[in-house]
């Protein structure tokens, strides 16, 4: 006699996920260019990059490897700038240049200014800021 049970039915079937309400948000992948932004926390250590291309609706937020809690957390802000950013119905650039002029600064966090520029690729940000 084995003591294994059969499975329920109902534990084993796929069920279909339907969001049923979810903020608007930029598309996260791009295969063209992106322009990028700095961002530092208050003692000036980079935090993040805000990046954004318009040709795919897309945006997004890369994190250097290795910050401290407190680092991440302080990226919080751009996060949401990104998700306000889309609800006002901005292309991701007008955004970026939004950032740059301070909009989202605050005490923890703050766009370096001058750092606003462009990479080939989302892929070449993204390797630049693991140190690659």
């Known amino acids: 006699m084995s ?13 279909p996920f339907t969001e049923v309400d979810a903020p608007p948000t930029y598309s996260r992948q791009t295969g063209g260019p992106v322009a990028h932004l700095s961002v530092a926390d208050e003692t000036g ?18 994190v250097p490897p290795g910050l401290p809690a407190r680092a991440v957390n302080a990226g919080a802000s751009w996060l949401r700038a990104l998700r306000g ?25 703050h766009a370096v200014p001058g750092s606003l520029t462009e990479a080939p690729s989302l892929a070449a940000l993204k390797e630049r800021v693991a140190g690659g």
């Not at 980079?46 to 997004?60: E, F, L, S, T």
């Open 85 to 109: 950013g889309k609800a006002r119905g901005l292309a991701p650039t007008a955004l970026l240049a939004e950032l740059a002029q301070g909009a989202n600064d605050n005490k923890l966090s």
């Open 45 to 62: 250590t980079v935090i993040g990059y805000v990046w954004a291309n318009d040709g795919d609706d897309a945006a997004g937020w890369v």
């Open 3 to 15: 003591s294994e049970r059969p499975i329920n039915p109902r534990f084993a079937e796929d069920l």
